[in-house]
């Protein structure tokens, strides 16, 4: 599905600074090869002020012919193509210098409720011990995607914060209905509270990070911990996060026919996940009516050309009304999934430094 590569341009390039780099770091050869990314054709309706590079990815992910997901089983949807395959080809085809990865890999499998669920554990190569950590949830509406779809997201995070970064493979729906995920991910964060030394962690420098259907269990498990008085994390990073069940918000009228994401595949998401419609309320589905006092400090990221747009704004306002410090900041011209782009999207390697960089403030508290 996804290479593991170090796709994030701010922090990759080995040990010293090249010769040839500018001040963050980034390869000039590479500055050239993702600057001859254009797309082939004229903006779509949908996206008239999408920017050339994210409309090269999204060329790409429809030149595969797949049929749309909300026409597929679940277990069909999964062999579709992905995003991340379209950047990866837009990386060949322009012959992309790959930096040396940063980070070490390795795996851990860990008891759930119900069944057991694999963790990735992204440990930076410089460095001292004990790192801090980062429990990370991937995208993809609690249904398909997997810890591949998204390596370069947890290893741009480990490599730009110099943290320790624990991606979660979660149990999919519908095998796994509605409340699964949520259950995993939080077992996951109660693991790495008490593991995290056996990680070479910090175990009192604890940060949750997810986007989309991660960025909701990121911020449940803060939710969780505070309700269950487990420790807290000290900072959530949210990446346009599913945090409303409401899909007639000013987004999702904007932007119901746009790639990635468009409203009917949300509203696949949304039946392969939940038992009944009526669980669409439940305060963990529908963050922005939950119980929002006493979260940790939190991060969110927006795409302008995505459906839950309005979903990310809104939970930003609640947080505020709930005394929660909150940093927020909307891309332009970019979609939903452009946070893992670094590699080939300008507005990717910003958020990247954007959100390890508020993630690097709070661990140094």
């Given amino acids: 599905m996804a290479l593991s590569i170090c796709s994030s341009l701010v922090s990759c390039g080995g040990s010293g600074k090249p010769s040839n780099a500018d ?28 920017k050339d590079e994210m409309l090269a990815v999204i060329e790409k992910l429809a030149s595969y012919k797949d049929t749309p997901i909300p026409k597929l089983t679940a277990q069909q949807a999964r062999k579709n193509h992905t995003p991340t395959d379209a950047v990866m080809d837009l990386v060949k085809e322009n012959s992309i210098p790959m930096p040396a990865p940063m980070v070490d890999t390795s795996g851990q499998e860990i008891a759930v409720k119900g069944g057991k669920v694999h963790l990735r554990i992204y440990t930076p190569k410089m460095g001292a011990a004990p790192f801090p950590v980062i ?26 914060t110099g943290a320790i970064v624990v991606s979660v493979a979660y149990r999919l729906a519908p095998e796994h209905k509605f409340p699964a995920a949520h259950d995993d991910a939080f077992a996951a964060y109660q693991w790495t509270v008490q593991n995290a030394a056996s990680i070479k962690g910090d175990p009192k420098k604890i940060a949750v990070a997810g986007e989309s259907a991660g960025g909701n269990l990121a911020a449940n498990v803060s939710i969780m911990a505070r309700d269950k008085g487990v420790q807290l994390p000290v900072h959530q990073l949210l990446v346009y996060p599913v945090a ?122």
């Fill in 23 to 50: 001040s963050t770091g980034l390869q000039k050869d590479t500055m050239a090869a993702v600057s001859s990314i254009k797309p082939d054709s004229a903006a779509p309706s949908w996206a008239p002020d999408i």
């Fill in 135 to 160: 429990v990370y949830y991937h995208g993809g509406g609690f249904v398909i995607a997997d810890l591949d779809v998204y390596d370069a997201s947890a290893r741009g995070l480990s490599e730009q």
């Fill in 244 to 365: 409303g069940s409401d899909m007639n918000t000013e987004s999702y009228k904007k932007n119901a026919a746009a790639k990635p994401l468009d409203k009917p595949m949300m509203g696949w998401f949304v039946k392969n996940y939940l038992s009944n419609m009526a669980q669409a309320e439940d305060p963990r589905i529908n963050l922005v009516g939950a119980n929002l006092k006493g979260l940790p400090a939190t991060t969110i990221i927006t795409a302008e050309i995505d459906p839950l747009m309005s979903d990310g704004k809104l939970l930003a306002e609640k947080l505020k009304a709930a005394d929660v410090k909150v940093d927020s900041k909307n891309y332009d011209g970019v979609t939903h999934e452009f946070f893992g782009m670094a590699i080939v999207v300008p507005q990717a390697k910003d958020a990247q430094a954007y959100a390890s960089s508020a993630l690097k403030t709070a661990f140094k508290k």
